[in-house]
């Protein structure tokens, strides 16, 4: 069946530090790829996606590009912000509607 | 432009009592998605419904839960009889009427079920 397997949290980072987290599939078909970032007490949002091979998805200073001869999505970004502290959540879905996540990858920004 | 509107935010119930999860989709949108986020761990779908249709319902429990989501009015997920167990932040989620794989969702910012 279809799956999505993040990295493990919590991550901890300094302010300005670069950001990579790992977020890889499994999926019958061309699934669309996702990132969502939850901010404590709240939903999710979607954050960037990619809907086919080798797009590049990106919003907010977040880059993530969709590799399907590595079925990866690593969520990246090259300086981060305390404001940036949140759980983010990597994401599929296939021509079904039902979208699939990951288990959330926790991010805490000191300054 | 609302966005997805659930209500009530905070829900506290004691074992045994009906819990009743409210959930007006954007505007626009007529595909609605329920989830349920146990602490620290991630999404699990729990049901897909378009208006007056339940299309997925492969990750609700068969006991004591049931969704809706009628002609008029919000979407409702319904707990019967709830148990401890059952504590746990639920989101709702809304797509568009086209193919909702290349949109993503919209989502609510959740009922916080605490079961006492």
């Known amino acids: 069946g279809n799956s999505v397997t993040q990295m493990e949290g919590p991550v901890t980072l300094s302010e300005e530090a670069f950001l990579t987290i790992n977020c890889t599939y499994t999926?019958?078909?061309?699934?669309?790829l996702f990132w969502y970032v939850q901010y404590p007490g709240e939903g999710l949002q979607l954050l960037l996606k990619a809907t086919k091979a080798d797009d590049k998805g990106s919003n907010k200073g977040f880059e993530a590009t969709y590799r399907k001869e590595t079925t990866s999505f690593h969520l990246e970004k090259g300086s981060v912000q305390v404001s940036d502290s949140a759980v983010y959540f990597c994401a599929l879905s296939t021509g079904g509607f039902k979208t699939i996540f990951g288990a959330g990858t926790r991010l805490f920004v000191k300054a | 432009n609302a966005g997805v509107m659930q209500n009530p935010r905070h829900l506290v119930r004691r074992r045994g009592q009906e819990a009743r999860l409210r959930c007006s989709p954007m505007?626009?949108?007529?595909?609605v998605y329920w989830y349920r986020q146990l602490p620290e761990e991630g999404l699990k779908f729990m049901v897909y419904l378009q208006k007056e249709n339940i299309i997925d319902e492969s990750g609700m429990p068969k006991e004591r839960f049931s969704a809706e989501f009628p002609k008029e009015g919000p979407s409702i997920l319904r707990i019967q009889q709830v148990v401890r167990g059952d504590s746990a932040a639920y989101f709702c989620?809304?797509?568009?009427?086209?193919?909702?794989?290349?949109?993503?969702?919209?989502f609510g910012s959740g009922t916080r079920l605490t079961v006492v």
């Open positions: 505007k626009g949108h007529s595909h």
């Open positions: 999926a019958t078909g061309y699934p669309s």
């Open positions: 989620a809304s797509s568009p009427p086209v193919q909702g794989r290349d949109y993503g969702y919209t």
